[in-house]
């Protein structure tokens, strides 16, 4: 549950944490405390919405501080007037409802973990049917944003194993083995093989009784293959 930011807190503190403390200060002596609260929600919506780069309609609507566990909340909201795109074919398409809201984490504010909330409209096409709307901070079926992600590979790049990875970044081992794997996979995807010329093959037996595999190394570049033999 959100609560609009900032409540039950002091304004000129929670204004210097998000660094508007000026824009209070300019406005003290020209408006009432009930406008300086709205102003301030709209600066810090703004500011997060700027940091987060999201395109209209998407909109920040609430941001969460909780001091008990040194964590920011970002709650992301589709508009209800406007129609949702089916993630099959891309028509838009009338909002069929909205799904339970589901939370990804990002990557950290001032040291503090940071997750994006949002409750997914879902369109209602004609030819697929009810689909959860594709989100464009994140994958498909991934917890965790795509810039998360990224920082994710680059700890891994940097450390001596996916544990230790793990450890800095506050995830566990298979949270981090996912992130890697879906890596690896799109970068499969994405390679092209096309111009390939020379093709070198090996074989090798990891141990007695074993099914060997094949190394297939390409001689004019560092690319290779790997696959099981058949």
């Not at 081992?173 to 096309?194: I, K, Y």
């Amino acid at each position: 549950a959100f609560r609009r930011f900032p409540q039950g807190e002091s304004l000129r503190r929670d204004a210097f944490l998000f660094g508007s403390s000026q824009i209070l200060v300019g406005n003290r002596g020209k408006c009432s405390k009930g406008d300086m609260k709205r102003q301030t929600d709209r600066n810090v919506t703004g500011f997060f919405q700027k940091l987060l780069e999201l395109e209209d309609p998407w909109q920040v609507v609430a941001v969460e501080l909780r001091d008990e566990d040194r964590s920011v909340g970002i709650e992301v909201e589709w508009p209800a007037s406007y129609k949702a795109s089916c993630p099959e074919c891309g028509r838009a398409c009338a909002v069929y409802d909205h799904a339970a809201t589901r939370w990804w984490r990002h990557l950290d504010t001032m040291n503090r973990t940071t997750r994006l909330g949002c409750r997914v409209p879902r369109s209602d096409c004609p030819t697929h049917g009810v689909k959860t709307m594709q989100v464009p901070w994140a994958g498909p079926n991934s917890r965790f944003t795509e810039e998360f992600e990224l920082q994710v590979i680059e700890v891994l790049l940097l450390a001596r194993s996916q544990s230790q990875a793990a450890q800095y970044l506050e995830l566990n081992w298979h949270q981090v083995h996912a992130v890697q794997a879906a890596a690896v996979r799109r970068g499969l995807e994405r390679r092209d093989t096309e111009d390939i010329a020379r093709v070198g093959l090996d074989e090798t037996c990891a141990a007695k009784g074993s099914d060997s595999s094949k190394v297939r190394s390409v001689p004019s570049c560092s690319m290779r293959l790997c696959g099981k033999a058949v």
